[in-house]
C-alpha cells in the first residue's frame, strides 16, 4: 500500500519560513517525479513545485519562484519543500504527490499518488 506522508506545517508570521518533509512508503520512490500542490479555501488545488527522479530538473509556479525549494533524498524516500519569504496568500493545505511516469510533471491529473496534506497558515 503506497503512503505518502506530509510533515512540517503550522503557523508561521509574514516572511518566516517553513520546510514541509513527505516521507513515502509502498513505493519505488527513486522512480517517481515528486510534486507538491497546494489548495486555498474556496479555491482549486494548484501546483506549486516537482521534482525529477534524480533532482536533476524542477519546476515551480510563477507565485513561489525564488522563494520556495524543493529537494529530495531518495535514499531517505523523502521529499522537501524549503518555503521562504513566506506571503499570507500562501495559506493552502500543502499536499504531496507521485508521478510515476514523470509526464505533466505541473498536471494534477498526472499525479498517482497522494498525500493527506499538511495545514500552512501564513499570518499578516
Known amino acids: 500500500q503506497v503512503q505518502l506522508v506530509e510533515s512540517g506545517g503550522g503557523l508561521v508570521q509574514a516572511g518566516g519560513s517553513l520546510r514541509l518533509s513527505c516521507a513515502g512508503s509502498?513505493?519505488?520512490?527513486?522512480?517517481?517525479?515528486m510534486g507538491w500542490f497546494r489548495q486555498a479555501p474556496g479555491k482549486e488545488r494548484e501546483f506549486v513545485t516537482a521534482i525529477s527522479r534524480g533532482s536533476d530538473i524542477t519546476y515551480y509556479a510563477d507565485s513561489v519562484k525564488g522563494r520556495f525549494t524543493i529537494s529530495r533524498d531518495n535514499a531517505k524516500n523523502t521529499v522537501y519543500l524549503q518555503m521562504n519569504s513566506l506571503k499570507p496568500e500562501d495559506t493552502a493545505v500543502y499536499y504531496c504527490?507521485?508521478?510515476?511516469?514523470?509526464?505533466?510533471?505541473?498536471?494534477?491529473?498526472?499525479?498517482?499518488?497522494w498525500g493527506q496534506g499538511t495545514q500552512v497558515t501564513v499570518s499578516s
Open positions: 509502498g513505493l519505488t520512490f527513486s522512480r517517481n517525479t
Open positions: 504527490a507521485a508521478n510515476l511516469y514523470g509526464v505533466g510533471p505541473r498536471e494534477e491529473r498526472k499525479y498517482d499518488y
